[in-house]
């Protein structure tokens, strides 16, 4: 019995000290986690949909900083968050890519190096897909 007692508590103490852990320093929240463009048929296709916003949250205790942004594969970033991000605050990641007028998958990555506890390298998916445009008389099946 003693020893159950023991180990429960040393089980609490661990994770207490793990989550105490956690909550110290950046943590680093993107909204959304997942930049979800949907359909998008190629008459509806136009220049803003390749302009994409990213809201970054700071959920820690301490500044976030920043180290580097960076969007794969023609993906660019225009602008990031140079200064700290104070706890409870936040900064706006703004990327732009350019999308070929053709039926595709969308599939890029900003990936965002920072001095976050929960995540040094986070990556933010954008996905999308460009269909074909069907006319006001065809029936989509």
Do not use: H, Y
């Amino acid at each position: 019995m003693k020893r159950l007692f023991l180990f429960i508590v040393l089980v609490f103490a661990v994770n207490f000290t793990m989550l105490a852990q956690n909550n110290n320093g950046a943590f680093i929240v993107t909204n959304p986690d997942t930049v979800r463009l949907g359909e998008i048929s190629l008459n509806d296709l136009s220049v803003d949909n390749g302009k994409v916003n990213i809201n970054v949250v700071n959920n820690g205790n301490a500044p976030l900083i920043l180290n580097e942004v960076t969007g794969c594969c023609g993906t660019n970033i225009k602008e990031w968050p140079k200064a700290p991000i104070l706890p409870g605050k936040n900064g706006l990641i703004k990327v732009e890519f350019r999308i070929e007028p053709r039926p595709q998958i969308i599939s890029r990555t900003v990936t965002i190096k920072s001095n976050a506890a929960n995540s040094k390298t986070l990556k933010v998916p954008i996905e999308g897909v460009i269909i074909e445009s069907t006319s006001k008389n065809e029936i989509k099946l």
